[in-house]
């Protein structure tokens, strides 16, 4: 890790930096494909599962006899495992039901807003070199606590051309209504425009590379929503002396181990902590079986030493981190200061692995610094909060002049009028 | 209005569409807007103003002594009814606030969700014929109540080259921080970049025509969030022969007068009703002022009959109006069964004109069907919400073990070890 000493404002800009991201170098693919899947559909869908991922499953869609079965397939230990994190990823997402807020505005003038589920939501899962099943229960888990009625998944089969056992268990233990061995560009731009045998939907969630990122982005030209635009994750740990080097070390490597392009950040308020932490590195990282990745992340991280902690706290803030460690003796100020960040793990026993697989909390967050705009996804990722009224005869006695008055300074008279009419049968 | 008469569910798509938006036509000049003002800034601003407002003002950004005294300028009548709707659209927005979400989740395992407010957000109100000072109400109060730091305003001014007293009236009340005399495309890439004088923001909110929807989408590929994409407005009246005619022909017409392109859709159970509203629609169009934009707007407005009131419902559903109107006998069922719909008005008493101004819901609302993934803005579009977690040794204890099974099974070593190398210490 590179350290930087008391950096001055004019460097923080650059610290707080993520690799640009381009798309327009991916851009004319993505056009490609999705012209490709609106006008052949799934002849689209199996050419270019062929020609991206290098296989071509017999059938599109997994039956139901393949996943509701998929149990079996597992040990005993990794299916607890499974069903301990499911409980709790339900639990806490369940707690965000919100109750419908109703407001009796004045004499007869009722307002009152409810949420109601999306009815189609497409979920993405990346394929690569193991099998991302935790990232189904934190899209699946939402949906069917939401209540939406289609919970279409997307993954691409693996190099056998199946889809791994945890995933499809996951899938049926989250109520997925249908789950398609399809991945990148082409299973984007089947949820989009819909194919002979994939449905479109109203809203994809989930997490991908750049060619999926900016594949979403497409979709939200042909009206489907998106949860939010995906980048490499991150991590920031601010830590002082209470902080534990090693503790600091592996969470580091946890996130650097996601692929080359992670970013780790370190912000200390305690010099000592950079070296530490840096030889704890040296000691675990030579261990990792993706050690040649963690490697690759660590060279593009900082550790950052700050000695005023009020300046630490604007460094985080500015930043934005995906996920956000918190060792610090003054815990309290860095939760209750920070503004941006998408999830927060505070204390010595509190490591990033926990939010990621089980604790309850999700972790399809913000990167990029999007956490500044972005929630993660969460229970409301599934709604849609709709507003309602209902106004009686003396509520539109008493309100309508306000109306009128109103919509006449716009210059809007028939809106005038709509109240105008009333008021005559009224009054 | 055009009408059908139980329309077989293969004419419904046709019936629910609206008229495609293409923005291939408008995205060369929001291409080259955006690359100039991120280029040159301020000088870029002046000269699109110039060219598309037909006019440059002195000063793009208007002192706040420009409207802190815009009181004096408005009649005491439209100050009182500004004043009367900015109470009941705080009071409704500030219902919305929703408390921390917190769960024990297991022993020694803490996970809450906190809400907090977007830091700077832009807002756009579009120029015209009249001042739409209550877009601003329906903007800058919930980013009030979220306590947003930075709320800053772009509108275009007027032909005389100012903003009309009732917008700036309305921007000092609502706690706008900064009040800038641009609009179209220029106005958002300058929220989107920043200039010398506009600052850039996290999130653009608010109505516009093509230009400036297509501008927003081109916004959120530069780290920028949008509230929607928007259209047309549009409003769908569902009526039996409990309604009265002329109020559902007053609505509509309030809605015709929006602009040519906007949609009015009525859906009757009572075939009479097809009659009397269009009689009521001519006696009244011929008194507006705005009667050739509503005349258009009604030759592709649709009036139509369904005998069975849960096709009627299934049609409404498909649609996904912005505005939707109930006049029925059975109004608890189509209150109920709306999936999809911006904001629902109940009864004879309901205008939609209300919700425009004054009964306190938003007015800033999903068109072109978004309503079925999209939420119309409301407190939450000013907010993201973080999880935070805290774990204590013994929580660590418990957990840990989940944690590693799953990152086990998902091939990421280093997630486990940032587990287990805490539980080497706890056990």
Known sequence: ?????????????????????????????????????QTEGDKAIRLYSTQFDGYCPEYIEVPKSEWETAADELTPELKGAIDHAYQNIYRFHKAQITPHVKVDIQNGVRCWQEKRPIEKVGLYIPGGTAPLFSSVLMLAIPAQIAGCKEVVLCTPPDKSGTIAAPIRYAAALCGVTRLFQVGGIQAIAALT??????????????????????????????????????????????????????????????????????????VSTFSKLLVSVQQEIDIQLDVLPRKDIAKAALVNSKAILFDDEADAMRFINGYGPEHYIICMKNEDTFVKDIQNAGSVFIGNYTPESAGDYASGTNHTLPTNGYAKQYSGVNLDSFFKAITFQKISSKGIKDLGPVIEEMAAAEGLQAHKNAVSIRLKDVT
């Open 1 to 37: 890790m590179k350290q930087f000493i008391n950096p001055s404002k004019t460097q923080w800009q650059a610290l707080q930096a993520r690799p640009t991201a381009s798309y327009e170098d991916v851009m004319p693919v993505v056009d490609a494909v999705f012209s490709a899947v």
């Open 193 to 266: 425009y819909g194919t002979e045998t994939i449905p479109n939907v109203y809203k994809i969630l989930g997490p991908g590379n750049q060619y999926v990122t900016a594949a979403k982005q497409k979709a939200t030209q042909f009206g489907v929503a998106i949860d939010m635009p995906a980048g490499p994750s991150e991590l920031l740990v601010v830590a002082d002396d209470t902080a534990n080097p090693a503790y600091v070390a592996a969470d580091l490597l946890s996130q650097a181990e996601h692929g080359v392009d992670s970013q780790v950040i370190l």
